[in-house]
């Protein structure tokens, strides 16, 4: 029964080139915050595909809010000069070179975002990166033959609320990759529509957005390293501690964790102020 709670509740597959370890859960999830790692994924280089195929859409779009402004400005006789005028074809220029590194912009806002995720991960990293779920449910065992047979047939039981949990917290780790993707594959079209007035807000707002983005990843791994400590001190307290309130605890601490990850992103949208 042992080598079963072992298949059931240790888990070590590979999806998109990223290995996910039950045993090694702040590792791998660690792989899926880290921006200089997330860029390995296999499937990030579909952001600069996009993006390469927005840019002539979003210099389309630039051209056309420029005419449009530039026609508003000329109707206003009394504010028309020619300060005004060059100032336009300046904003122009220096937006046209924005959309056409937009890229290598929002990269570098990732980078100065991702130092930030370096520093807090030195700062409060730990030992409890080995922590098997599995392990700390077969040492929670009674050994009573009636006992074991209960508290196996309630692992069993238990098992399907337990995966869901996990694979849910998975499912937003990588979801906040693929928002990462979305953000960096439609970048352009925020810079081209900052050209006006009414749109330069809003561009504003899409960085901050995507800086939101990078900030969760801070929040995704001290939620993990949470996580980590609570399993850490179930396993210290197993001799206080029957195989119920093992695994109930095992529960709590999953839902813990998915509802920190889950209020990552309005966390960090409120932080940047980009909603």
């Not at 921006?35 to 994924?41: A, D, K, R």
């Not at 122009?92 to 056409?100: A, G, M, R, S």
């Not at 095992?250 to 990850?261: D, H, Q, R, S």
Request: charged fraction near 10%; include cysteine; glycine fraction near 6%.
């Amino acid at each position: 029964m042992d080598a079963l709670i072992r298949i059931l509740y240790s888990f070590k597959f590979s999806v998109f080139g990223v290995e996910l370890d039950s045993g090694n859960l702040i590792g791998s999830v660690q792989k899926l915050t880290n921006f200089s790692s997330v860029q390995t994924i296999n499937i990030w280089s579909i952001g600069k595909v996009v993006n390469d195929c927005i840019v002539p859409v979003a210099l389309s779009l630039l051209i056309l809010f420029f005419i449009i402004n530039l026609i508003k400005k000329s109707m206003e006789v009394e504010r028309i000069s020619w300060e005004r005028i060059v100032m336009a074809f300046v904003s122009f220029f220096l937006l046209k070179y924005f959309i056409q590194n937009g890229y290598d912009f929002l990269s570098s806002i990732m980078n100065i975002v991702n130092d930030i995720f370096i520093s807090v991960t030195n700062a409060i990293s730990n030992g409890n990166t080995s922590i098997n779920i599995a392990d700390t449910l077969i040492n929670a065992v009674p050994s009573g033959f009636v006992d074991k047979i209960m508290t196996y047939g309630l692992y069993l039981i238990l098992f399907i609320p337990f995966m869901t949990t996990i694979v849910q917290i998975l499912t937003q780790i990588f979801l906040r990759v693929v928002k990462l993707i979305l953000c960096f594959a439609f970048a352009p079209i925020p810079i081209a529509l900052s050209v006006d007035d009414d749109g330069r807000g809003k561009a504003i707002q899409y960085f901050l957005f995507s800086a939101s983005v990078g900030i969760e990843a801070v929040i995704i791994y001290i939620a993990t390293n949470i996580y980590a400590i609570g399993l850490a001190g179930l396993s210290s307290t197993l001799g206080s501690t029957n195989a119920i309130s093992t695994i109930v605890a095992i529960l709590f601490l999953n839902g813990m964790y998915l509802a920190v990850i889950q209020y990552a992103s309005q966390f960090a949208e409120r932080l940047t102020g980009g909603h």
